[in-house]
């Protein structure tokens, strides 16, 4: 009792586990540090691009976490003193930790593409944070004119979100129809392939004119044009592709390859794939002990870089930590995610997976036989009621996460 869990970082992973510790035992002392004062989703952020939704409707503050008895405190952390047990801010105060969770989740890395920097992002935003840059692509969606091209460069593996890159040219197609009918939407993506891509594919035939003279998306797959974006020129918003061919569009919207968030660097809890290794039972980091790594942060295998994979890991988490303060053996844990991508009006698809440690403990697997897709054949009632289902989830999940 009265032992002290410092979580560094507020999102998805960090809210979640500092909760459920709460909830497992109040007698826990559970501070969380976190930079902002207000989290805004990056789910259903794309719809804000659509216009479909206001990004107030993404943001949420700390009030149902303090509820929980959870301590917030609003810096930036700059560091962990491993030998004294001590979380490092900005702010100038040290925090005692016995575990210590962080889920600072993804940076990215500029210096992959030739020409782009943080300086530039106002010109082409990632906006794979949401918040004000997500604002900043809105606003050049909203000033294009019809016959324009949005541009947009897809990361390659592994990355924040999978499906949400074609998720977002379904919702800027889906504003362009509606708007801009004579515009388009060109993904130049290094990869080859790419979750949900039947049913993306399928949704952008029914909607948007997928593979005919007048469709609203091309995708341009990294095998047949070598699409990856190796570069750009900022002031006239060209896209350099890896065969050195040159797409200009009216709006430029750069998704950058990433990396674990800067403190996971500044903590020495990475390693040199970029990422924080961890033991799959506890999320415990291999690198440093007493301290843990979720959220996109981390790798975990099978399981994506998702709200719902960090939210899933956070409870797994909380509920080792409980474990491991308390002399007792950590259970074996499973883990689930699933993500709704609404590609159109009334017209959402789905992916859900179940997983479970593999019989080393090594590695989290997807377990054979469970999850799936939405059905290829499901009538427009059913992707109606998938898009009811995605918000049903959006409003029951931020519940489960910040209240
Ligand atoms: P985050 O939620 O990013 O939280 C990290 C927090 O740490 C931030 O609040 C940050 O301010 C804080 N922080 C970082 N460094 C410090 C520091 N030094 N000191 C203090 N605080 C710090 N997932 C889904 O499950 N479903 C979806 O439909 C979905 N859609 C998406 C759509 C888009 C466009 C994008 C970009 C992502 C989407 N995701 C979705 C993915 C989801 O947003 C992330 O996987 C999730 O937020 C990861 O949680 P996290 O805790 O690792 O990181």
Redesign the pocket.
Known sequence: AGQRVVV?????????VAKYLRRLDNTLDVTL????AI?T??????EVLSGDRTLESLQFNYDGLKAHGVKIVT????GINYDGKLVL??GGISYPYDRCVV????DFRYDQIAGYSEAAIETIPH????GAQ?VVLRNQLLAMPNGGTVVIAAPPNPY??P???Y??ASQIAYYLKQHKPNSKVIILDPKTSFTKQALFEQAWTELYGYKTSNAMIEWWSGDTKAAGVVGVDVASKTAITQFGDRVQGAVLNV?PPQKA???AF?ADLVDSTGWCPVNKLTFESTRHANVHV?????MADAL????????SE?KVCAAAIYALLNGQEVESPSFS?????LVGKDYAISVVGVYRLSDDGKLVESIPGSGGVSSATATAQDRLFDASY?YS??NN?TQDVFK
């Open positions: 560094i970082g507020g999102g998805t992973g960090g809210a979640t540090i976190e930079k902002n989290y989703t990056c789910y259903m952020s794309n810096d930036e952390v700059t801010t900005k889920s600072p989740g993804i906006a794979w944070k949401a997500t924040r979100c499906p949400a890159p998720e977002r998704i968030g800067k403190l500044d979720i959220g996109d942060a981390c994506p870089k998702s709200g719902f994979a960090a939210n956070g995610n699933g993500c709704y991508s995605a989830w959006y999940f």
